[in-house]
């Protein structure tokens, strides 16, 4: 009878709900945009973890690129639009602005990336014991949205080699709804 009295004591403090003080968090960009060729607008990136580039290389350049300030130092004053050249060990971003310093569009090119869950698992289901070589990303952006990308993986079984190039399908009310595979 004792020890149910405790269990139900102890029961009933572990119901007791605990309120913590309202926090607030910010972010500071701890990447790097070095300078290295600045009159042809040639820029190196400096990461501030594995990856960061190339996982949301627009979204990088927007959080981490001043191209009001690059303006500014690179004096450019009769012009109609900038190109400017972002590169990594990995691959590179080309972005061009205009003459407000508004993004127009990007070329994007990575190499030897991880690849996304949904194609990682359609090359597994379609080329079961075969194993990714290489690959490529390339996409294209209007704005700081993509409007074009695929993935061109080279993969191989024992001698026997493929080159497969697979393309996102997109719809804006659906989100991600399927892959296409073609074969060059």
Do not use: C
Request: glycine letters at 4%; charged letters at 25%; aromatic letters at 12%.
């Amino acid at each position: 009878m004792y020890s149910l009295m405790i269990g139900w004591a102890l029961a009933a403090y572990s119901q007791h709900v605990i309120e913590l003080e309202e926090t607030e968090l910010t972010f500071v960009p701890s990447a790097k945009v070095i300078f290295e060729d600045y009159g042809n607008g040639n820029l190196r990136i400096s990461e501030a973890y594995s990856n960061q580039f190339e996982n949301n290389a627009i979204r990088f350049l927007k959080e981490n690129f001043d191209i009001h300030e690059f303006l500014r130092l690179n004096k450019t004053e009769n012009f109609d639009q900038v190109m400017v050249l972002f590169s990594s060990s990995r691959g590179s971003l080309k972005a061009q602005y205009d003459k407000n310093g508004e993004l127009v569009k990007t070329f994007q090119k990575f190499r030897d990336l991880p690849l996304p869950k949904a194609v990682t698992e359609q090359v597994q289901h379609n080329y079961r014991n075969w194993s990714v070589v290489q690959n490529k990303y390339l996409a294209t952006s209007r704005k700081d949205e993509i409007v074009k990308e695929k993935y061109v993986i080279h993969i191989q079984k024992g001698s026997m080699k493929d080159r497969l190039v697979i393309t996102p399908k997109y719809d804006s009310r659906l989100g991600d709804i399927g892959l296409a595979q073609n074969k060059p």
